[in-house]
């Protein structure tokens, strides 16, 4: 007898649906079935077994892993931890927030710098924000309310396969009753990609040229001319497309990395929230950064509660938290070989990072954290696997618009495999331990009175 | 087992009217018992030292979505801003301080009970996963109803019962504790762009008065007997002329009695009242109407306020009233982070600078302390600074200080570049009444705990009473003459003992006491059509399906449940 496993949150992207439908072995080890889910969350559950390792693996002197305990493996992270001057913790996209939490207790206890993939990805959002705000809205008022969709350097058909099902163009929701008949769709790309597709109007912005084209809409919402042509776009196309903005009860503007990753990068984002708020003289708009996997806007979330910055946290300083990108951000970090001890988690560095960055990080120590083997893992001196969020473990994750989503387990993780909380707060553990051990030896070295250690 | 005596301090205790007598407090097991009952206690010396409860705060956005968009959206509320590391964890942020140093810091300034303000029902995962971060305090967090559209549609057909029920169902479902309305109908119309200008003007679509939702919500309250009232964040905050509103919404009140067996004896608690006691017409002719609101208040026993007082900061300002926050972007053209929640509440966050060389924030510094000093009650006004809005929850100290000094008021005034527009346009200079310690600590602990329906546990030294004991190095019989020393021994008080156990001592953290999550479970007879209604509701409105909406158990910590059975 096979069972049922309703309202499951799926581990892909940022859209976060909450509604699969998982039929699991009767002995809850197998998945059978995926209901509900895009092609790429239905094969997440499906090879969730696949080239899994029970046992952490440590690399020997001949280049080949060697399986090692969690305990052996919990006491080397420990001990690179402690002796690494400045130890980098990276990833994040894909766990829990709990493993987050847990994570950021290790750093703040090891002296450590800890970041997320938005610092390859929506970093440069964040420093948009900074500095001008964040008119946004839940997926749901847009599912309810909006009658207007700009797509604007983003192709979710592609990327956030149910993104448009489920809370912008088709769905009929409390006052869009007639769905995507009800709505107008704009998108914006320098390429005519699966989602212009479905536009009213796709306007073929010149590629790297979305700031001026920014600043036409806005120079024309407040009703002065522009040339006859900007960034490849007629003026009358131009025209067109603010008449429908201004003329919206509500809208919604999903951006993607073509605006937040070609030239002009947060200063694109920034102008596109200037002309949100430009717009909310007129009408009701709102703005969202379309976060790519399924949690990563979970560490923006744990660490701004726990230091106030969302991401490139320097914690080496051990009194205060520091930010600033450039200077704390992974890739530059590693660019200047500043990273003595690499700790990978929830995403692929070796995949995803420059090639010189990788280079760098490969001459000290790079433990990899992660359910499946990786090409990080393939690099790394040690593999810790976990079990997989989403699949195996449960927890809370954060959806594209902040939303928290409560995740379930549908089968049970390998025997013996921790899962990313669990595995944090034992190197934490270890640490103190180590920290114990150091202040035996040099008295001097113990906390200053008045200040209880551990927890 | 643990015991513990505080000796020979000067207590003051108003739930049980002990006004500064000079006694023994003992705590056995995390509760204040008989002193007779100890054996061999460990010993705290109070002599020559003030002795409350541990303070509770009616009113302060600590936890949540806004707050934290607040954190993330202001590097510089960090920069330089941010003390070096003390205690277990990091402590950042001024303004809007991280978890750490939120329960940190009013553990230091002797608090033990804190209400989140505002919960957006559908982002409580959230509200607790920052709850369980937040260490030493208890915390309650209060969902928001006034603009739900479960809530519109219910009271507009005038169904109370079914509101009840789904009231109670939300409480459940969020692990909340308390009814919240911020800008009833507002809100709502925000998600269009627009507002709800007075109490009369009905919300698009729903076509339901926000006078309407808020009586409705007290009906519902009061057949709930819910142990805290109705809390209200009044239509058109913050504008100049405002007052009349909020008078419209006071008299709301008149005729409806309180329900409960929680010894609360108002319906309805008016939250941050100085943002709503504005006169004149535009920020050119503002003046202070506190006295005219404090006299609806004093004479009217149903009702309980908290003051929002201005700091004179550099803040953040934050509230699920959307559409005031937009206003305020216009005003000041700063950042601004707007996050409408689907069919239940919105938010806005934009950073604001109250100066001293400000005439509109030096009116509203001495409107927020006539609010307190003209009030005949102080059991039913309450010292907020509706955190961050006003100013941070750390400025609680430097309130108490003016409260209890004039020459503290005028020392401050000192410093403002229209000091004679702000004594025109208030009545500040006129009062001469200086606090004393005794109706701080009814403004601070026991006023708030019996306003939320929880003075049989926090707010008190009554055995019985939760082991939460504040002591502060201030001797009632030798005040000191420099009125900074009150502000200096309420920042960092002498000791902090939470549930039985040493949290501060010299005003440093030495430990960090389990905390709870406190929240108020409903009981109500089963009901088809409301279950209907959130099956429905969900199916085709919401985002998220129904069993994932509502906290899973291992979300919540450490839970403290107060039970309502209304069935019986």
Partial sequence: MAKKIENVGCPFCGVCCDDLVVTVSDDGKKILEVENACIIGSTVFHRAMEDRHALPRLRQPDGTYKEISYDEAIDYTAKVL????????????????????????????AGAVIDNCASICHGSSFLAIFDNGYPSCTLGETKNRADVIVYWGANPAHAHPRHMSRYSIFPRGFFTGKGHKGRKIIVIDPRHTDTAQVADIHLQVKQGHDYDLFDAFRTVLRGHDIPDEVAGVKKEKIVEAVEILKKARFGTIFYGMGLCHSDGRNHN??????????????????????????????????????????YCLDLTKRDIAHMNPGETSSVDLAMRDEVDAFINIGTDAAAHFPIEPVKHLRKHPWITIDPHPTMATEISDLHIPVGIVGVEVPGIVYRMDNVPIQYRKVIDAPDGVLNDEELFERIYQRLCELEAEDAAKTPAKTTPEGVRAGE | MSELLIKNGFVFDPLQGIKGDRMDIAIKDGKIVETNTLSSPSVIDAAGMTVMAGGVDVHSHVVGPKVNVGRLFRPEDKLFKSPFKTCNRMEMGFSVPSTFKTGYDYARMGYSFVNEAAMPPLHSPHVHEEIRDTPIIDNAAMPVFGNNWFTLEYLKNNEIENNAAYTAWLLRATRGFAIKVVNPGGTEAWGWGLNCDNIHDPVPYFDITPAKIITGLIETNEFLGLPHSVHLHCNNLGNPGNYTDTLDSLRLAEGYTPKNNFGRDQVMHITHVQFSSYGGDSWKNIDSQAKTIMDYVNSHDNITVDMGQVTLDETTTMTADGPFEHHLQSLNNLKWVNTDVALETAAGVVPYVYSPNVKVSTIQWAIGLEIALYSNDLMRTF?????????????????????????ARDETMKTFKWLNRTIESTTIDSIDRELTLYEIAQMTRAGPAKALGISNTYGGLAPGMDGNVAIYALNPENMPSNPDMIESAFSRCAYLVKDGIVAVKGGEIVAEPPKRTVWVDVKVPENAQVQRDIYEHFLRHYSVGVENYQLFDEHLHNPRVIEVDTTQ
């Fill in chain 1, 82 to 109: 402690q002796k690494a001057k400045k130890p980098l913790i990276y990833g994040f996209g894909s766990t829990n927030c709990e493993g987050m939490a847990a994570a950021a207790k290790v750093a703040e206890k």
């Fill in chain 2, 383 to 407: 010292i907020t600074t509706d955190h961050p809005n006003a100013g941070p929850f750390t400025r609680y100290p430097r309130v108490i200080k003016w409260l209890m000094s004039r020459a």
């Fill in chain 1, 269 to 310: 984002v920034d102008i596109a929230i200037s002309l949100t708020r430009d717009l909310n003289d007129f009408t009701k708009w709102t703005i969202m950064a379309m976060r790519g996997h399924y949690n990563i806007t979970g560490p923006g979330a744990v660490w701004s509660w726990q230091y106030g910055f969302p």
